[in-house]
């Protein structure tokens, strides 16, 4: 049996320190992810084994910090771009038609990742403030078990 999921996320996040003139640091998170699942049982199994992988995409920012100088304001902030792909196996048990338990294990994962920040610095001795651009690009591989467990409740 093959079923195809589909997942979204994000999130913002904003901070404020009292009495400040600006508002602190805030950032923001989108990600989404496209997962085929195989089922290897069959439909009257009592526990379903199960094959999946996820092909996701993400994107991180964090911005809102900056440095206020008599010349003006330097803003400074992060950005991180990431492309990956994961496999695992799960294990599952329904204990009523729509309720079941799921213990996954997600097996390997690898993922591109793209980061840039910005940010000011100022030389103490002469008050110059400039503008520090840096870009890293990096490959992450993970094939240790990450297991997991889930009450699932099927609508």
């Known amino acids: 049996r093959f079923a195809l999921g589909l997942g979204l996320e994000g999130a913002v996040t ?6 400040a003139m600006a508002p602190g640091p805030s950032s923001g998170s989108a990600a989404i992810g496209v997962s085929p699942r195989f089922t ?7 526990v379903a084994f199960t094959v999946l992988a ?3 995409t993400g994107y991180f920012s964090q911005g809102g910090t900056s440095l206020i100088t008599p010349l ?4 400074a902030g992060a950005q991180t771009l ?6 695992g196996i799960a294990l599952e048990k329904r204990f009523l038609e729509r309720f079941a ?17 910005a940010f000011p610095t100022q030389d103490p001795s002469t008050g110059v403030v400039s503008e520090n651009r840096n870009a890293a690009s990096y490959v992450s591989a993970s094939f240790v078990p990450s ?3 889930e009450l699932r409740l099927y609508l």
């Open 14 to 19: 904003t901070s404020a320190t009292v009495g």
């Open 40 to 46: 290897l049982t069959s439909p009257s199994a009592p």
């Open 54 to 56: 996820t092909a996701f």
């Open 72 to 75: 003006g304001e330097f803003p």
């Open 82 to 87: 990431t492309v990956g792909a994961m496999g």
């Open 101 to 117: 338990v799921r213990i996954q294990a997600q097996v390997a994962r690898v993922s591109f990742n793209r980061s840039w920040t």
């Open 147 to 149: 297991p997991s467990i």
